[in-house]
């Protein structure tokens, strides 16, 4: 490594020029003396430390970083669609798609989340662009064309409390009375067993087991309305379901000719025997069954939060909550879906106040 002194018409400049663990020979020009030592000085550190960045890497533009991002994925089709429009919506507009990676600082990443908040976008929406533009940087960080993710550590909003609703049984019933037998028992399975609704339109013949009394979550239906994975590992679980709803499961099948040797075939598909598009079934039938029952705005993931009330306030173990939710952390379950039911939350206030406060009235005496 060494410092050159070139005269120019503008006066002295000062290359810095250096070697790269892949042979190659790279310079950068300085206007004083001082600036080129620095840079030497940390390029030596950074060679010495096995932390070296080609500076032909980080010339690489955001808009090239983004791209060799989304290509590199493996997430579910969702999460991908999802992230590709972070990343051209919000991330690159707000940064510049020609820019430079390695030009890209905290300060900037910062500015643009701060411009996310104060345009208005909601506390959640802010946090999921963050994750895509901290995971896209972590990625520039693997590739080795930055040395540092600039996007790390950063000042998020905290997101709004999620409030879900609380129906009662009867409420429930009505909701599942308005979508016919069918549709009524896709509700259930929300309800009853927690199932996302990808997981409940995924149900094949295979899944049902009347012997072990259990619902299998083996796959779900994706996007294009075809099987696929479950979200996760955890996802993967066996249910054991009241007699009720697998009686009723059981019927459907029969109904609709299925055997036991139609394993593969969906319990819950189209008319023409596919897969069910969510699009399609929340506009044409489960939209106008919510609104006919007074419940206008509920969402089927709605049912997975009762469900998992129901569990909290029947005292099951957190352990067992989290299987049958197919979770991987108690976090998860507790903050996300997890409130006491309100008829619990009385039982304890009557409890304190007649330990504390035994034969107390209204009026104080």
């Given at each position: 490594?060494?410092i050159?002194?070139?005269?120019?018409?503008?006066?002295?400049?000062?290359?810095?020029?250096?070697?790269?663990?892949?042979?190659?020979?790279?310079?950068?020009?300085?206007?004083?003396?001082?600036?080129?030592?620095?840079?030497?000085?940390?390029?030596?550190?950074?060679?010495?430390?096995?932390?070296?960045?080609?500076?032909?890497?980080?010339?690489?533009?955001?808009?090239?970083?983004?791209?060799?991002?989304?290509?590199?994925?493996?997430k579910?089709?969702?999460?991908?669609?999802?992230?590709?429009?972070?990343?051209?919506?919000?991330?690159?507009?707000?940064?510049?798609?020609?820019?430079?990676?390695?030009?890209?600082?905290?300060?900037?990443?910062?500015?643009?989340?701060?411009?996310?908040?104060?345009?208005?976008?909601?506390?959640?929406?802010?946090?999921?662009?963050?994750?895509?533009?901290?995971?896209?940087?972590?990625?520039?960080?693997?590739?080795?064309l930055?040395?540092?993710?600039?996007?790390?550590?950063?000042?998020?909003?905290?997101?709004?409390?999620?409030?879900?609703?609380?129906?009662?049984?009867?409420?429930?019933?009505?909701?599942?009375?308005e979508?016919?037998?069918?549709?009524?028992?896709?509700?259930?399975?929300?309800?009853?067993?927690?199932?996302?609704?990808?997981?409940?339109?995924?149900?094949?013949?295979?899944?049902?087991?009347?012997?072990?009394?259990?619902?299998?979550?083996?796959?779900?239906?994706?996007r294009?309305?075809?099987?696929?994975?479950?979200?996760?590992?955890?996802?993967?679980?066996?249910?054991?379901?009241p007699?009720?709803?697998?009686?009723?499961?059981?019927?459907?099948?029969?109904?609709?000719?299925?055997?036991?040797?139609?394993?593969?075939?969906?319990?819950?598909?189209?008319?023409?025997g596919?897969?069910?598009?969510?699009?399609?079934?929340?506009?044409?039938?489960?939209?106008?069954?919510?609104?006919a029952?007074?419940?206008?705005?509920?969402?089927?993931?709605?049912?997975?939060?009762?469900?998992?009330?129901a569990?909290?306030?029947?005292?099951?173990?957190?352990?067992?909550?989290?299987?049958?939710?197919?979770?991987?952390?108690?976090?998860?379950?507790?903050?996300?879906?997890?409130?006491?039911?309100?008829?619990?939350?009385?039982?304890?206030?009557?409890?304190?106040?007649?330990?504390?406060?035994?034969?107390?009235?209204?009026?104080?005496?």
């Amino acid at each position: 490594m060494s410092i050159q002194v070139r005269e120019t018409v503008k006066g002295r400049r000062y290359d810095v020029k250096l070697r790269g663990p892949d042979g190659r020979q790279y310079s950068r020009t300085f206007r004083t003396r001082e600036e080129a030592k620095k840079h030497e000085a940390k390029q030596i550190t950074a060679l010495a430390g096995g932390e070296f960045v080609s500076p032909r890497a980080g010339s690489t533009s955001l808009g090239d970083v983004a791209e060799r991002w989304l290509d590199s994925g493996t997430k579910r089709d969702t999460t991908m669609d999802r992230n590709e429009g972070i990343v051209y919506n919000h991330i690159l507009p707000g940064l510049g798609p020609d820019r430079a990676v390695r030009s890209l600082t905290k300060a900037d990443c910062q500015k643009l989340i701060d411009t996310w908040t104060t345009n208005g976008q909601a506390p959640r929406t802010v946090q999921r662009q963050y994750a895509t533009l901290r995971a896209m940087m972590q990625y520039a960080v693997d590739a080795e064309l930055v040395l540092r993710n600039p996007a790390s550590r950063l000042r998020i909003p905290a997101p709004d409390e999620v409030v879900r609703p609380t129906l009662t049984p009867e409420q429930l019933k009505g909701l599942a009375a308005e979508r016919g037998q069918v549709q009524g028992l896709f509700m259930w399975c929300g309800a009853v067993l927690g199932l996302r609704w990808a997981e409940t339109a995924g149900l094949t013949v295979s899944s049902i087991d009347m012997l072990g009394g259990n619902i299998s979550v083996r796959a779900q239906i994706n996007r294009a309305g075809v099987l696929a994975p479950p979200k996760t590992k955890g996802s993967m679980r066996t249910l054991a379901a009241p007699t009720w709803l697998l009686d009723d499961l059981v019927k459907l099948m029969r109904d609709r000719g299925l055997t036991g040797a139609d394993g593969d075939k969906l319990v819950f598909a189209s008319e023409a025997g596919t897969g069910l598009s969510y699009t399609n079934w929340r506009a044409r039938v489960w939209k106008p069954a919510t609104e006919a029952a007074g419940l206008p705005g509920l969402r089927y993931h709605d049912l997975r939060s009762i469900a998992a009330t129901a569990l909290v306030a029947a005292g099951v173990h957190l352990r067992t909550a989290m299987h049958r939710l197919g979770h991987t952390t108690p976090a998860l379950t507790l903050a996300v879906y997890a409130r006491v039911a309100l008829d619990r939350d009385r039982e304890a206030a009557d409890a304190v106040a007649s330990r504390v406060a035994p034969g107390r009235s209204s009026l104080g005496t």
